[in-house]
């Protein structure tokens, strides 16, 4: 089977990419190499598909309209793993216009790539971030998300009703993933695995926002792979019968799923266990709330459970030390 991988360098795209030629798929993984992060991190990750004759790397935007028309056009994928974005809550503060071009404009042209060349399945990320305002805990995919807090949070949702429109209109099957607070080994510099293990190793102080008073799921990036594997298996269909009002499905073969640990982490007891996987003392600054940001997420996945028959349950403790042990490898730390 031949897929696009969008975001291919990126740290979901890159495992999901891996894994998929692991299973001997043709993966075409789908890269612009932005500087939103230190592009070296990404090339490093691209280097790990090296080993794969099934692997074909293209360095292109998905908001370059006729680029990506013509590759559907040329390629023919089977499905497509819609994973490229411009992440990041805070940077859509400063940056809003980098959301709307490869947010919506790119989810924009992957629609119409799926649409005009007949693709099986897409499968697109979208975030925790949608719930927004939202108090009731733990996240259901069944309640609203009309008030994102963040301009990141809007082009995500926006995604999903983009989706919809598409799968109603003209029959494309599509997923969208709700991931929340993905770590692991070649994570983003930008979360707060990266930044505080960084700190903390080289001996200088994190910044702890909302005086600790933060909870997050946090999702081992193994388990959100095998999430996205399995739910792209499963192919939504059209269902004329469908009286539900759930955001989460429609008549239209289109679907929504968390994808979390199902166990949400105090902030303190995050950073507890880079501590202990560094054998180091956080020298920490407490700061208010952050704009954009939200006290806690939670993800109810009992949805997923029941279509694909997994769970994320990766321990914490386990995770960052797998996550210590990769950085102060690739970063020569003794």
Known sequence: MKYLVTGAAGFIGNFVSERLCEEGHDVIGLDNLNDYYDPNLKLARLKRLDKFTNFTFVKMDVADREAIAKLFEEQKFNRVIHLAAQAGVRYSIENPMAYIDANLVGMATILEGCRHNKVEHLVYASSSSVYGMNEKMP????????????????????????????????????????????????GRPDMAPFLFTDAIVND??????????????????????????????????????????????????????????????????????????????????????????????????????????FKPATDIDYGMQQFVDWFKGYYKIK
């Not at 259901?140 to 301009?151: G, N, Y």
């Not at 005086?211 to 095998?226: N, S």
């Not at 709330?289 to 993800?299: F, H, I, K, L, R």
């Open 139 to 186: 996240f259901s995919t069944e309640d609203a998300v009309d008030h994102p807090v963040s301009l990141y949070a809007a082009t995500k949702k926006s995604s999903e009703l983009m989706a919809h429109s598409y799968s109603h209109l003209y029959n494309i099957p599509t997923t969208g993933l709700r991931f929340f607070t993905v770590y692991g080994p070649w």
């Open 204 to 309: 200088r102080q994190i910044k702890v926002f909302n005086h600790g008073k933060m909870k997050r799921d946090f999702t081992y990036i193994d388990d959100i792979v095998e999430g996205v594997i399995r739910i792209q298996n499963v192919i939504p269909t059209r269902d004329e019968t469908n009286t539900n009002t759930s955001p989460a499905s429609s008549k239209a073969p289109y679907k929504i799923f968390n994808i979390g640990n199902n166990e949400p982490i105090a902030l303190m007891r995050f950073i507890e266990s880079i501590e202990k996987a560094t054998g180091k003392i956080a020298d920490k600054e407490y700061f208010p709330m952050q704009a954009g940001d939200v006290p806690a997420t939670y993800a109810d996945i009992d949805s997923l459970q029941k279509e694909v028959g």
